[in-house]
């Protein structure tokens, strides 16, 4: 074999942090061993496994290609080692969710994984769309549960369920009232909503598309809870995930959704649009 187990760490290491010296840290090595590892390989088979950036090393393409692959005779490696010792393999599972569901719906999920995979170690990272998606390209998590559309070819995207989008307002809104909203309604509201990256703000900019550049956005939160104390404060109307809201009507909180505004739109599975009178 022209290669080691050591040599398959040190580049994978190389690739999850982009540095040399970054590697050595988590590795526990000299940058001097670290550096050498990874040149031996490169030397041994004759390719260039990244594309040297300043102090920076990025993945080349031929380095994406086979990063997977690397993976994956680690991964079976331990689990021979683990053999060997007569040890249980434990699996490992790293997921990672956007601030919906991982609020919301992967608690239940990971409960009942757990229930069926005795053992299994389990880890949940929370961010939006675009870094969730960044964290499996990077092999950094192995699953990711978003509500944004990704376009990347280099990941498998499989719909999983369906949720919609709702405008909602405080009960003393003037639109609370309302059985339908307008153009012009839509136009003069003030309107707090989700930051850019997330999928809850990609819906809402497509379905909005038309109207975007007119619109008085007030506030962009990172925090569901937020825009929803936000909007009960009085400060405009909000545009959510049904699913966040209902827990928070469950718990009688001050809101209300406008009625003749909910748009059927998905939670990543596929394009959708907002309908309003």
């Not at 050591?6 to 988590?26: K, N």
């Not at 919301?104 to 929370?126: I, N």
């Not at 709702?166 to 639109?175: D, L, S």
Request: glycine residues 10%; negative net charge.
């Amino acid at each position: 074999m022209r290669y080691s187990l050591r040599q398959l760490e040190v580049f994978l290491a190389v690739a999850r942090v982009g540095s040399v010296s970054g590697a050595g840290e988590v590795l526990a090595m000299s940058q001097s061993a670290v550096s050498g590892a990874l040149g031996d390989l490169e030397r041994q088979f004759g390719l260039q496994l990244f594309d040297r950036i300043g102090k920076r090393l990025r993945l080349s393409e031929l380095g994406q290609s086979v990063r997977a692959q690397a993976v994956g005779v680690i991964d079976r490696a331990s689990e021979l080692e683990a053999a060997f010792e007569g040890r249980a393999v434990v699996g490992r599972l790293r997921i990672g969710a956007t601030l919906t569901i991982g609020n919301h719906l992967v608690a239940p999920l990971m409960a009942r994984f757990m229930r069926e995979h005795s053992g299994a170690e389990l880890t949940l990272a929370v961010a939006n769309t675009e870094q969730i998606a960044r964290q499996v390209a990077n092999f950094d998590i192995d699953v990711g549960l978003v509500e944004g559309e990704i376009q990347d070819p280099d990941l498998e995207v499989i719909p999983w369920r369906e949720d919609e989008l709702v405008v909602f307002c405080a009960p003393g809104h003037p639109y609370a009232k309302k059985r339908a909203l307008t153009d012009a309604d839509l136009l003069a509201a003030r309107w707090i909503v989700r930051e850019h990256g997330s999928g809850t703000r990609q819906t809402f900019d497509r379905a909005m598309h038309g109207l975007l550049g007119e619109l008085h956005i007030v506030l962009a939160l990172e925090h569901t809870e937020a825009i929803r104390g936000a909007v009960v404060a009085g400060l405009g109307l909000g545009c959510v995930s049904r699913i966040a809201l209902r827990e928070a009507f469950d718990h009688g909180r001050r809101s209300t959704t406008a009625p003749s505004c909910p748009a059927a739109c998905p939670t990543a599975i596929s394009a959708g649009s907002f309908t309003f009178s």
